[in-house]
C-alpha cells in the first residue's frame, strides 16, 4: 500500500511569514499534486510534478519534486489570510485506473 | 462551465437505511472518480469508471457499497445499510480522460451523516 505522509499536519502563522509543508513517502510516484481544499469544498488543483528534482512556481507557492520522486514540499512566501485551507498532495502511480493516493493534508491557518 | 455538481449535498441517514449519492460529471469527461474523505483525513479512493464500465473497485470498503454509470455519464453511489462507520464526505472527481497526467476536477462532495 502507497502512503503519504504530510507534516505539520496543523500550522498557524502570521500573514507575511513564509512556510513550508512536506509530503513524503516510500513509494515512488509517477507524478505528485497538490491540492487546497477549503471547508465545504472539494479540493481543486495547485500543481502537477513530474520529472524528478522539479520546481514549479506559482506566484507566492513553490513546489517542489524529490529527485528519487518520493517526496515534495510547498512553501508559501509571505502568506497570507486567503492561503488558508487544507493543503493535500496526492500521488499518482501511473496506472490511470487506480484513482489517486492523498495524504491526510495540513491544515493552513494564516491569521491577519 | 459547469463543474462537477452532487446532490444532495447534506444527507442524514439511520442506521441500517440506504442512500443514493449522486454525481454529475463535467459534460465530455471519460473518466469518473469516487472518493471518501473522513473527517480530519484525505480523500481514499472508492473506485473508478472510463465511460460506463467501472474498471476498479478495489477501494470500496464493503459489498454495502456499489457505484453505477449506466450510460457513461452521470453516476450513483449506493450504501446499502447504512452504519456509523460510513459517515464521511463523499466526493466525485472527473477527468476528460483518465490518464496519470489528467487533471481531475471535484465536486463539493456529499456530507453522509449517518445517526
Known amino acids: 500500500t502507497q502512503l503519504l505522509e504530510q507534516s505539520p499536519q496543523f500550522l498557524s502563522i502570521q500573514e507575511g511569514e513564509n512556510l513550508t509543508v512536506y509530503c513524503n513517502s516510500s513509494?515512488?510516484?509517477?507524478?505528485l499534486q497538490w491540492y487546497r481544499q477549503e471547508p465545504g469544498e472539494g479540493p481543486v488543483l495547485l500543481v502537477t510534478?513530474?520529472?524528478?528534482?522539479e520546481v514549479k512556481k506559482l506566484k507566492r507557492l513553490t513546489f517542489q519534486f524529490g529527485d528519487a520522486r518520493k517526496d515534495s514540499s510547498l512553501h508559501i512566501t509571505a502568506a497570507q489570510p486567503g492561503d488558508t485551507g487544507l493543503y493535500l498532495c496526492a500521488g499518482d502511480s501511473g496506472g490511470g485506473a487506480d484513482g489517486l493516493t492523498f495524504g491526510k493534508g495540513t491544515h493552513l491557518i494564516i491569521q491577519p | 462551465g459547469a463543474g462537477v455538481s452532487q446532490s444532495p449535498r447534506y444527507k442524514v441517514a439511520k442506521r441500517g437505511q440506504d442512500v443514493a449519492l449522486r454525481c454529475d460529471p463535467i459534460s465530455g469527461h471519460v473518466s469518473l472518480f469516487w472518493y471518501q474523505q473522513a473527517l480530519g483525513q484525505g480523500p481514499e479512493f472508492l473506485t473508478y469508471?472510463?465511460?460506463?464500465?467501472?474498471?476498479?473497485k478495489s477501494g470500496l470498503p464493503s459489498d454495502r457499497f456499489f457505484a453505477e454509470r449506466p450510460e457513461g455519464s452521470v453516476s450513483t453511489l449506493k450504501i446499502q445499510r447504512t452504519q456509523q462507520e460510513d459517515s464521511a464526505v463523499y466526493l466525485c472527481?472527473?477527468?476528460?480522460?483518465?490518464?496519470?497526467?489528467?487533471?481531475?476536477?471535484f465536486g463539493p462532495g456529499t456530507r453522509l451523516t449517518v445517526l
Open positions: 510534478v513530474v520529472t524528478g528534482g
Open positions: 469508471f472510463q465511460n460506463e464500465a467501472q474498471l476498479d
Open positions: 513509494s515512488v510516484f509517477s507524478s
Open positions: 472527481a472527473s477527468s476528460f480522460s483518465g490518464g496519470p497526467m489528467d487533471t481531475q476536477y
